[in-house]
């Protein structure tokens, strides 16, 4: 896959890498505009780099470039990615999906964004997701305020927040939903 990049006067590889890890010491130490990743990168996952990722300051605009029978797509959308390419279409439209997200467009074929609204996983903020990870966790209020470095009270505010978007009643139902819905962004 470098070669095609090299060859393309529109591109200048910057390096390549195996690994999630790898990707991020590289784009940390040199900034580039453009990251293409596999979606299931070892040990790390797409998921959690782009998690990373979306901290950093100067980190460039994934492409994920997977294969489209997955539902990867939709998970690199939520998880922030700029774009999605399948591995089994034409080269060239990895090479025009990069030019397009360097030109700060998002390019995901095949997705209905109507769905990622219709979702109420989709409205919980960074902190309500974290909670709710935790809170699949078994952790009772004081613990989870341990956890997560908050007071007590601050946990009951999360908790009311994420069981209204939820549209649950009570933690069990919360914990049910959390493994039910394959949270995007939860490290497994």
């Known amino acids: 896959m470098s070669g095609v990049f090299?060859?393309?006067?529109?591109?200048?590889?910057?390096?390549?890498?195996?690994?999630?890890?790898?990707?991020?010491a590289t784009v940390m130490r040199v900034p580039a505009q453009v990251g293409i990743i596999d979606w299931d990168l070892p040990i790390?996952?797409?998921?959690?780099?782009?998690?990373?990722?979306?901290?950093?300051?100067?980190?460039?605009?994934?492409?994920v470039y997977a294969d489209q029978g997955s539902a990867a797509h939709r998970a690199a959308m939520s998880a922030g990615a700029a774009g999605f390419v399948?591995?089994?279409?034409p080269v060239e439209a990895l090479l025009n999906t990069c030019v397009s997200v360097a030109e700060g467009?998002?390019?995901?074929?095949y997705l209905d964004v109507r769905d990622l609204q219709q979702d109420p996983i989709h409205t919980l903020s960074?902190?309500?997701r974290t909670m709710l990870e935790a809170l699949s966790k078994g952790l009772s209020n004081r613990e989870l305020a341990v956890e997560l470095g908050i007071s007590t009270n601050t946990v009951k505010f999360h908790l009311s927040n994420l069981y209204d978007k939820l549209a649950v009643r009570n933690?069990?139902?919360?914990?049910?939903?959390?493994?039910?819905?394959?949270?995007?962004g939860s490290i497994e």
């Open 171 to 184: 933690r069990a139902q919360a914990i049910a939903f959390y493994y039910s819905s394959r949270l995007p």
């Open 6 to 24: 090299e060859r393309d006067a529109r591109f200048s590889l910057i390096a390549t890498s195996a690994t999630a890890e790898g990707f991020l």
């Open 105 to 109: 467009k998002m390019v995901f074929p």
């Open 44 to 63: 790390l996952g797409g998921a959690r780099l782009l998690e990373v990722l979306r901290e950093q300051h100067s980190a460039p605009r994934v492409v």
């Open 86 to 89: 399948a591995r089994n279409g």
């Open 126 to 128: 960074r902190r309500e």
